[in-house]
Structure formats: C-alpha cells, structure tokens
C-alpha cells in the first residue's frame, strides 16, 4: 500500500524498507517486489545486482514473475553476465506456470537459436500459448510467422488479424506490419486509406518504418492528400534513425528538389548514409551522381564500384551501367567480355536496353563468339519493348538474312517502329526501302520525306540520298541548289562519294558558282576515304 499510495501519501523509500523485512523471511512475493524496485531505482538507488540477486530469490521458490524477469536480465547481461542457456532455462520455468511474458519470450530465443537450438514450430507453438492471453508482443511475431510462414503454414488471413489484435493495444511494430498489409492488399481487401492511419500510429512512436512508409504514401499520395513537404519532414525522421530507405528516398528528394529546396550535395551525402549498409537503389543512385560529378566531384572509378556493390544484388539498372563502363573502359580497364556477362545479367531481367546491347555484342562477335542467331532473339525481346535502336538493328538482320530468314517486308515494318520514334539510321534505311520497293510499294515521295528527317539529324547517307532526289526530281520538285547543299552537308562528314559529286559541281560549275580550287580540295577529300 506504501508503495502505491494507498490508505495515505505514496512513500516508495518506506515500501521498499518493508519489502526489505519481508524479503529476509523469505517472502517471494516481496523478494519480487524489491527487485522490481532495485531494477528500476524506485525508492532508493537503482541495483541491477541486487535485482537480479532477488529475483533468483524468488525464482527458486516457484514464483513464475520473478524467473521470466531473471530470464530477461540474464538475456541481456543486466546485474551479471550474459547468459542466454539459463535465460532459456528460466524463461521455460514460467511459461508452462503459464506466464505469457516468459512464453513470448521463450518463443523468441526459439525462433532465433539463442540459448539453444533454433525450434521455429516450438517458437510458433509458444507465441500462440502467449498471443491468446492478449499479450500484444506475441501476438505480432506469431503474425510475423504466419506471414512468411515461418514454422508452420503461411496464413496472411491470420498474420493480419493477429496484427490486428496487437495494434488496437498500441503495439507500433504491430501497427506498421498491418499497415503494411493494408496497403499491399495482403491477407484482405487492399485499403490504403487504413493503411496510412496505422503507419501514422506506429510513426508517432518513433518506428522508423511505419514513418519511412507513412513518408512514402504522402509522396504519392496514396491514401489521402499528396504532401511532399510532410513525406520529406517523415524521410527525415526515419533517416537520422538509420533507416536506409528512407536515407535513399530522402536523397531523390534533396536531389530532384521536392518538397523543399534542392541540395545535390545533402542528396549524395544521404545516399552515402544508405549505400553504406547495402542499399542497392542508394548504391545506383549515388554511383550516378559520382559518374557524372552531382553533388561533389565526378569520380568514374568510385561510380564503377557502386554499381558493382548493387550489380551483385541483382539490381539491373546497375547490372547495365556497369556493363557500359566495362565496355567503354570507364573508371577501370576496358573489359568486353565482363560487359556482355553484365549485359546479359540485366538482360534476364527484362532491361531492353540490356537485351539491346548484348544483341549488339551477339552480332559483331564481341567479348565472346559472334552469334547471330542469339543477337537477332536479343534485339527480338528489345524491339517489342519499344528500343529504337533494337527495332533498327533486328530490321537490318532481317533485311539482309542475318541471324535467320531474309524478310524485306518485315525489316520495312521495323524500320517503321524506329522511325516513328526519330531513329535516324531507322529513318534512312527506311527511306531506301521507299525509294527501291523493296519490303513494300514503291513510294519516292515518301522516301524523300524520310530522308529529309534522317538528313536534319547529320546522317551523312540521308543527305547525300536526299540531295540524289532533288538532283533528279525525284518524290518532289527538282531542285539542284538543295541537291548541291546537301551533297555540302554529306560531304563534310566525310562521305566519299557525295564529296566526289560536289567536286564535279564545283569543277563545272554546275548548280552555282565554278570554283576550281574548292573541286581540287574535295576531291583531295575524298581520296583519303
């Protein structure tokens, strides 16, 4: 009564002198009771030797409190050495007087191997005994164990109801696990308006993943208003606890400068903080800003490393950029051979570019045998993705039989898919197809119109296949002085034959002015092709 107050003033130095006379006549209940104040330095000094001194006390005449509270001082090495064997001995002493505390905690150092061999079907059997007298704790591991099925059936249906059970007793971890659920539809209807309540539950008491994903669904907007400035302020929160998500998304934040200012220097220095303990989109991220020198110096070497840490993860955006730098020589030795492995790591994976790519080194025999039929399946995967260059590629094969069967009008309708994307070379190769009839009808107007689109992107055969048509009148109005233009542009990026014509054109005089001397200096050009 002392100690709580009751029948007059509270008084915990007086409660603990009596628990003291009581607890030298061997009272358990009062050697319990003392240890708890010695444990928490209630009425007196906190003693966590003594506590654990008194608990033993306690323990050893039966009193099932007392041995689960010796447990878990011996389990922590608080009051004395650590000792997880006779934390398992204790614990196991007061879950069968059936104390839910010990069982819960049992079920722990079963699930874990602590103390013992590692028993998830007994972890299971212990969190169950706990979870069905309310304890919150237990309630949310055995929900964790259904989840994955861990010793026993997997069970979403259950894994969120004993969520359920823990969360509406405050458990935060059990709140953000069913917030968690809601959100993914797991285990019931998908809810994301649920789902945003439970995480700002847990997130209010400082878990830092119920506030990385209360942080995420403000970002999106996902079950309620978008609030960047609040998924920013929630980022952060989580980041100075370590969480490496939200370290990596707060970073995009600094760097794209959403929800405040932007800060490549904070963005490269939180994806830093994240890298570091493995996070592999934090890893591609910041070998970008160290490839291309945001946020700080450009380091090519650095940037090769990080995307070989998330490379190894599987992560196949860095699976590709990592290839490219290997292929190019970038931040390290040229390596064709390691490129086409990376490549085709990422290409499994589905990355097109990746399919693109190896197809590429299939085709021209690089960094391993040349196989065209495995380039042509490659670019095959890619173009039906959308690739430009891929559709490009694949038409060519096709068009001139490599890799399989010549199919002209196949090429014709892949070159099309480039085009209409702005493929330059697409565009041309397309454009000659128009020209011959080859692949399809016969068509210079069109022909002319596409190599007007390859010729304005420098592609030097466009313009010279331009210039031909003008020359000649052909798919629209004759009209040499362009001819001669083109023939200009195509010349002076060293294509050989149109630096021939525009020599005949300065030599004669044809289409503009006679000059003798610019003839001599393209036809010298041209020589060196």
Do not use: I, W
């Not at 490659?378 to 890799?403: F, I, K, P, R, S």
């Not at 016969?442 to 992107?457: H, I, S």
């Not at 195509?490 to 004669?508: N, S």
């Amino acid at each position: 009564m002392q100690g709580q107050g009751r029948g007059g003033p509270k008084d915990e130095a007086e409660a603990r002198r009596l628990y003291g006379l009581a607890a030298v006549q061997g009272d358990a209940e009062a050697q319990y009771n003392l240890a708890l104040m010695h444990a928490d330095g209630l009425g007196g000094p906190k003693d966590e030797a003594e506590a654990r001194r008194l608990y033993g006390l306690a323990a050893v005449q039966g009193d099932a409190q007392a041995q689960c509270n010796l447990g878990f001082m011996h389990a922590q090495g608080r009051g004395g050495p650590k000792d997880e064997v006779e934390a398992r001995r204790l614990y196991g002493l007061a879950a069968v007087q059936g104390d839910a505390q010990a069982q819960c905690n049992l079920g722990f150092m079963h699930a874990q191997g602590r103390g013992g061999p590692k028993d998830e079907v007994e972890a299971r059997r212990l969190y169950g005994l706990a979870a069905v007298q309310g304890d919150a704790q237990a309630q949310c591991n055995l929900g964790f164990m259904h989840r994955v099925g861990r010793g026993g059936p997997k069970d979403e249906a259950e894994a969120r109801r004993l969520y359920g059970l823990a969360a509406v007793q405050g458990d935060a971890q059990a709140q953000c696990n069913l917030g968690f659920m809601h959100a993914q539809g797991r285990g019931g209807p998908k809810d994301e308006v649920e789902a945003r309540r439970l995480y700002g539950l847990a997130a209010v008491q400082d878990v830092a993943q119920a506030q990385c994903n209360l942080g995420f669904m403000h970002a999106q907007g996902r079950g309620g208003p978008k609030d960047e400035v609040e998924a920013r302020r929630l980022y952060g929160l989580a980041a100075v606890q370590g969480d490496a998500q939200a370290q990596c998304n707060l970073a995009l934040m600094h760097e794209d400068g959403l929800g405040g200012p932007k800060d490549e220097a904070e963005a490269r220095r939180l994806y830093g903080l994240a890298a570091v303990q493995g996070d592999a989109e934090a890893q591609y991220n910041l070998a970008f800003m160290h490839r291309v020198g945001r946020g700080g110096p450009k380091d090519e070497a650095e940037a090769r490393r990080l995307y070989g840490l998330a490379a190894v993860q599987g992560d196949a955006e860095a699976q590709y950029n990592l290839a490219l730098m290997h292929a190019d020589g970038l931040g390290g030795p040229k390596d064709e051979a390691e490129a086409r492995r990376l490549y085709g790591l990422a290409a499994v994976q589905g990355d097109a570019q990746a399919q693109c790519n190896l197809g590429f080194m299939h085709a021209q025999g690089r960094g391993g045998p040349k196989d065209e039929v495995e380039a042509r399946r490659l670019y095959g995967l890619a173009a039906v993705q959308g690739v430009a260059q891929a559709q490009c590629n694949l038409a060519l094969m096709h068009e001139d039989g490599l890799g399989g069967p010549k199919d002209e009008a196949e090429a014709r309708r892949l070159y099309g898919l480039a085009a209409a994307q702005g493929d330059a070379q697409a565009q041309c190769n397309l454009g000659l197809m128009h020209a011959q009839g080859r692949g399809g009808p016969k068509d210079e107007v069109e022909a002319r119109r596409l190599y007007g689109l390859a010729a304005v992107q420098d592609v030097a055969q466009a313009q010279y296949n331009l210039a031909l048509m003008h020359g000649d009148g052909r798919g629209g109005p004759k009209d040499e002085a362009e001819a001669r233009r083109l023939y200009g542009l195509a010349a002076a990026h060293g294509h050989a034959k149109a630096q021939c014509v525009l020599a005949v054109l300065h030599a004669d005089g044809s289409d503009g002015p006679k000059d003798e001397a610019e003839a001599r200096t393209v036809g010298a050009s041209e020589r060196r092709q």
